[in-house]
Every structure is written in structure tokens, then in C-alpha cells.
């Protein structure tokens, strides 16, 4: 499994965007990209996946350049409710029935 | 939007007692998995299932685990003699069919919350 490095903790303003990156330098060719959010007593929520360039979705961009060595998830104008934990996580690619490994994650806290 | 359920939301048990978690995956979801987070800590994994048979397991997961999916829809995880430690929360999490076998999208439930006395 890709090892993976992000920040322990973030704060940012309500309103303003929220850049998380994330360090891959192992990442295997087949291996893909995911982001996963937690709060408090809830089970983590699957945001975005990603092989390269760019992917969006209604919640989240994911930004991952050509060397694939690290990837940054964009939250655009961020709200009290994006309070969470924020996790990257890189596939092993070894079966569909492989578990996810998750690590300590990113806390971040938005403050009004 | 369909979802993973667990019950219950919360179990207390004394230690030494057997507990049985419940879940009922998203349907036409194929594997399975247990996962537990004590306070403060990592999500770690215990447990995957296909097939009907577990695919893999942590270190966690001893004799004292075990995993049945006794119909086309429940899927429990069961403590046999509860231990203070077990204290934790427990989420279900299952992961639909794709032909992207390297894709790691696990939908996970609310989690149950085990507090051993």
C-alpha cells in the first residue's frame, strides 16, 4: 500500500475555498486516488476519486498532477458543516474486495 | 440515495457477554467489510467478506470475531466474550460491483457505538 502524507490539522474561514493536500511518492501505476470525510460519530463518507488531471463533483475537486505523487482536494467556500476529518487514502489494486486503509487524516476545523 | 444501516446505534454490554452487530449493506453490493474506531483513534479494518466467505482479516479480528451473512440481507459481526478494549465504534461498510477492480469506493454506515462495562 502507497503510503500517504497530509496535514494533521487545517482551520480556515467560512466562505473561503480549502486546498488538502495529500503525498503519494509511492503510488502504484493501477493504484487511484480517494477522499474520504468524517464527523464526529459517523462513519466516513466517500467525497471524489481520481487517476490524474482533474475530476469534480458537486461537493469536491480533486487536482492531480502528472507525476501522480501527490493529489490536493479543493473544497470551494467552505461552510460550519465542513468541519471534519479528511482523509486520503491510494489503493493497493490487488482486488475488488480489498480493504481501505485509512490514516489520521486532516482535521479541519472552519471557523466563522 | 441508498445507505448502509447499522443496529443499534448504541449496545452496552458487561464484559464477558456475547454482542451481535447488525448491518444491512446497500443492495447489489457484493463485498463487505467491519471496520472499528476507538475514541480518538484510526479507523482500522477487521474484516472483509465475498462470497460468503471472509477474504480477509486484521490481527483484530481473533477467535473471539466472527462474521455471518446469515440471509440475502444482513450482514452481523459477532463478539463472543466482550472484553473492555472492544469498546469502540463498529462500521459496516460495503462496495459495489465494478469492472474498475482498483477503485476503493466503500460506503460505510452510521457505526454502532459498543461501550463494555
Known amino acids: 500500500l502507497a503510503k500517504t502524507t497530509q496535514p494533521i490539522s487545517m482551520d480556515s474561514y467560512e466562505g473561503q475555498e480549502v486546498n488538502i493536500t495529500c503525498s503519494h511518492n509511492n503510488i502504484a501505476t493501477n493504484d487511484y486516488i480517494t477522499w474520504y470525510q468524517q464527523f464526529p460519530s459517523q462513519g466516513p463518507r466517500f467525497i471524489i476519486q481520481?487517476?490524474?488531471t482533474k475530476v469534480t463533483n458537486e461537493v469536491a475537486s480533486l487536482f492531480i498532477p502528472a507525476d501522480r505523487k501527490s493529489s490536493t482536494l479543493s473544497l470551494p467556500r467552505v461552510s460550519l458543516s465542513d468541519t471534519a476529518v479528511y482523509y486520503c487514502?491510494?489503493?493497493?489494486?490487488?482486488?475488488?474486495?480489498?480493504?481501505?486503509?485509512f490514516g489520521t487524516g486532516t482535521k479541519l476545523q472552519v471557523i466563522p | 440515495e441508498p445507505e448502509v444501516t447499522q443496529t443499534p446505534s448504541h449496545q452496552v454490554t458487561q464484559m464477558g457477554q456475547e454482542v451481535i452487530l447488525r448491518c444491512v449493506p446497500i443492495?447489489?453490493?457484493?463485498?463487505f467489510y467491519w471496520y472499528r474506531q476507538i475514541l480518538g483513534q484510526k479507523v482500522e479494518f477487521l474484516v472483509s467478506f465475498y462470497n460468503n466467505e471472509i477474504s480477509e482479516k486484521s490481527e483484530i479480528f481473533d477467535d473471539q470475531f466472527s462474521v455471518e451473512r446469515p440471509d440475502g440481507s444482513n450482514f452481523t459481526l459477532k463478539i463472543r466474550s466482550t472484553k473492555l478494549e472492544d469498546s469502540a465504534m463498529y462500521f459496516c461498510?460495503?462496495?459495489?460491483?465494478?469492472?474498475?477492480?482498483?477503485?476503493?469506493?466503500?460506503?460505510f454506515g452510521p457505526g454502532t457505538r459498543l461501550t463494555v462495562l
Open positions: 487514502l491510494v489503493g493497493a489494486g490487488s482486488g475488488g474486495y480489498q480493504k481501505v486503509t
Open positions: 481520481g487517476y490524474k
Open positions: 461498510a460495503s462496495r459495489p460491483t465494478s469492472g474498475l477492480a482498483n477503485t476503493d469506493t466503500q460506503y
Open positions: 443492495s447489489n453490493h457484493l463485498y
